[in-house]
Structures are given as C-alpha cells and as structure tokens.
C-alpha cells in the first residue's frame, strides 16, 4: 500500500506543504495534506463546516418555531453567522487545494455583482434617508447597525467586484489578501 495522499502526492510532498504552516513554501509545493495534531488540516475544515451546517439548521428550526421577533432576530443572527462560518471552512478547503475562479464564472459573477453593488448602493441611501428622519431612540440603534452593515456590504462587495474584474487570473494571495481583509467581518 501506498503511503500518497489522496491527490496521489507523494509523502515528500506532504511534509514539504507543511512547511507553508511555518513560513516560506518551496517553490512549485502546493498547500495540500496540511496537518494539524496528526490529523488532515483539509479534514478537520471538512468535519467543522459539517458542524456549523447542522448547528446553523437547528438554530433555523427553532427561530421557526419562535414567535415573538426580538428572539427571531437573535437567532437569526446566529444562525447567519453560522452559515458564514461553514462558508469560511469551505472556502479554506477551496484554498488549500489551489481552487480559483475560471474566467466564465469570472464575468457571471462580475454582472452579478455589478448587480449588487447597485441594490446596496440604493439600500445605503434608503436607509440614510430613514435614520434622518427617525426620532425614536429605541429604534435608532438598530437602524445604525443596518446602516453599518449596509456600508460593509458596499465597500465588501465593490471590493470583490475590483477583485473579480481582473482579467489576469487572480492568484492565491489575492484571495487571501481579500479574505484577511474583508471576510472575516459579520456580514
């Protein structure tokens, strides 16, 4: 029996992968079989993503069952949250493997966000447009967190739409680079 990895990668590659976890990586080495404590990085990302999809389903169940909105909105923060949070681990899964964006589902993406930035763009000012003529203080601090959000969303998305609008391909910092800026926020 063999003792290559799944991707065939012989075990000279694995242990020169791990060397990316440390700082420099050789060059042409990919970050794949990456371990952490004796296990798969790419399978313990595998095994939490699998957690937070059956933890954010839950959550939904019970907000279903909930009437009353304040803990409606509660938990639907959470479970939000912990979809993102399951996104996050598939996106880590796409990256350790090298998974990029083909130039097809480049420009689709690109119109679509183009799309989005719009809406947001447009919510950004209707929600502008509220929080000055709002004079109830109880209700402003949720329309601030909506305001704050919507910028989010604005300069995420605009961010995004520069990244994909690159016709070079994007490489593998750039993504990263995008996702240590940007993706780690509440959406």
Same mark, same amino acid.
């Given at each position: 029996?063999?003792? /290559? #990895?799944r991707n065939?990668?012989?075990p000279s590659a694995l242990l020169s992968s791990q =060397?990316?976890?440390l700082g420099a990586r050789p060059v042409g080495v990919r970050r794949v079989g990456l371990f952490v404590a004796?296990? !798969? %990085? =790419? #399978? %313990?990302?595998? +095994?939490q993503m699998k957690l937070e999809n059956l933890t954010a389903e839950s959550v939904r169940r019970l907000s279903a069952k909930t009437k009353n909105s304040i803990p409606k909105l509660l938990l639907k923060g959470i479970e939000l949250d912990t979809t993102k949070h399951a996104h996050m681990y598939a996106t880590l899964i796409d @990256?350790?493997?090298?998974?990029?964006?083909? +130039? =097809?589902? !480049?420009y689709e993406m690109r119109k679509e966000l183009e799309r989005h930035v719009a809406n947001? +763009?447009?919510? @950004?000012?209707?929600?502008?447009?509220?929080a000055r003529t709002l004079t109830d203080?109880?209700?402003k601090p949720l329309l601030r967190a909506i305001l704050a959000d919507e910028r989010r969303h604005h300069k995420a998305l605009t961010g995004l739409l520069e990244a994909v609008a690159v016709e070079e391909k994007i490489s593998e /910092? #750039?993504?990263? #680079?995008? @996702?240590?800026?940007?993706a780690v926020f509440s959406t």
């Open positions: 029996m063999s003792s /290559d #990895d065939g990668n012989p =060397v990316g976890l004796g296990a !798969r %990085l =790419v #399978d %313990l990302f595998e +095994k @990256l350790s493997s090298g998974a990029t964006v083909s +130039k =097809v589902e !480049r947001e +763009k447009i919510m @950004l000012a209707q929600a502008q447009k509220i203080p109880h209700m /910092d #750039d993504w990263w #680079d995008y @996702l240590n800026k940007w």
